[in-house]
């Protein structure tokens, strides 16, 4: 379903978690908002949810009233699930009753029996879940609670699908893995999708369109490539696209760095970066070399990584992050010069 979030503002005592934000979303999107800790990611899904009731502003969902003016459909009213980070199981029932519980409620009460055994066998079987049935959740593994949890959230076949940083607690391996089972999930379901996280690796494989949010505000919009080729704020450029910012002066569509030497090409830029006098350039665009070209640095840190070599160089009091060929060796302590690859 679509949903239109219109000027929503949470407002604490101490802090302003969600500042005045506005985004329509389309039916079946998948949307990740990606910040860091203490940005009002979860705040705002909560608010999405129903558990918080904004301090200001409009939550639309089609033309359901989720949340208007003094008016809160409560979050039992709201067709649709939450999937959390801590999984949120109870210990003491099986990886099938959790799935059976949310269609207990009210709101299901129309369907037979038979109808909401099918649907649990279609969630446990979409989960791969069908050994587990009878576990309790102190007999899985991480990756197979989060199961459960996805499994219990997709089971009334939601037409919203609110996640909170779910693979958060999972190991890099099974993280990667769950990706893709969340991914075939929203291709099966059709539901729009809520991601929230703070990984930027997770938004940008896969998300349809990612909402940046720094200090409860939006800070950018758009899709993966959208987001990491074009950084509209610096933020956005060392959050997402882990840009190496380059101090210099801008004239015109001219950048000079601060060696007084090496140039680049400003056409397009974002105004942003000329006001705070730094050029954003991505570690895969940045070539090191031995020859005198480019920035001079020395190699001051040094992590082999099969593919390539990650390379941290000091750049004049400046550590930038760049991504070496691993026929290129070069050691700590060595002066090596950052081209930028496209640059003339
Ligand atoms: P995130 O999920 O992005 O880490 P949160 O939405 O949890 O961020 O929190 C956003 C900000 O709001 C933080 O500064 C947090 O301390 C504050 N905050 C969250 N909940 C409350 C609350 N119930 N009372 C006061 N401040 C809160
Ligand atoms: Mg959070």
Excluded at 144 to 170: G, N, Y
Excluded at 216 to 233: L, V
Excluded at 285 to 297: L, N, P, Q, S, Y
Excluded at 322 to 327: L, P, S
Aim: aromatic share 8%.
């Amino acid at each position: 379903m679509s949903l239109s979030i219109k000027n929503v503002s949470q407002i604490y005592d101490t802090a302003v978690a969600v500042d005045d934000i506005s985004v329509e979303i389309q039916d079946g999107e998948f949307i990740a908002i990606l910040g860091p800790s203490g940005c009002g990611k979860t705040t705002l899904l909560r608010i999405i949810a129903g558990f918080i009731q904004a301090t200001k502003g409009e939550v639309l969902s089609g033309d359901e009233v989720f949340t208007r003016d003094h008016h809160h459909l409560p979050v039992n009213e709201r067709d649709l699930a939450m999937v959390f980070q801590s999984f949120a199981l109870w210990p003491h029932m099986t990886v099938r009753e959790h799935i059976e519980y949310p269609l207990q409620s009210k709101r299901h009460s129309h369907l037979s029996a038979a109808e909401k055994t099918a649907m649990v066998d279609e969630a446990i079987r979409s989960t791969g879940l069908e050994l587990l049935q009878k576990r309790l959740p102190g007999e899985l593994s991480g990756g197979q609670k989060q199961r459960v949890s996805l499994a219990r959230a997709i089971v009334s076949k939601p037409k919203l699908l609110l996640m909170d940083e779910p693979l958060s607690a999972l190991d890099a391996e099974l993280k990667i893995s769950m990706r893709k089972e969340i991914k075939d999930i929203h291709t099966m379901t059709k539901s729009t999708i809520i991601y929230v996280t703070h990984d930027q690796s997770e938004a940008l494989s896969m998300a349809d369109r990612i909402i940046i949010m720094k200090d409860g505000k939006i800070e950018q919009m758009g899709t993966p490539k959208e987001i990491y080729e074009h950084p509209q704020t610096i933020f956005a450029a060392t959050f997402v696209s882990k840009c190496n910012l380059v101090h210099g002066v801008f004239e015109g569509n001219t950048f000079t760095a601060y060696d007084g030497k090496t140039q680049y090409d400003a056409t397009n830029l974002p105004v942003c970066f000329n006001e705070a006098g730094v050029y954003p350039v991505r570690p895969e665009d940045f070539v090191a070399t031995g020859e005198a070209m480019g920035i001079a640095g020395i190699i001051a840190n040094k992590q082999y990584n099969g593919r390539e070599i990650h390379y941290k160089v000091d750049c004049n009091g400046d550590f930038f992050t760049i991504y070496g060929d691993v026929t290129k060796d070069f050691q700590i302590g060595q002066t090596i010069y950052l081209k930028k690859s496209d640059a003339a």
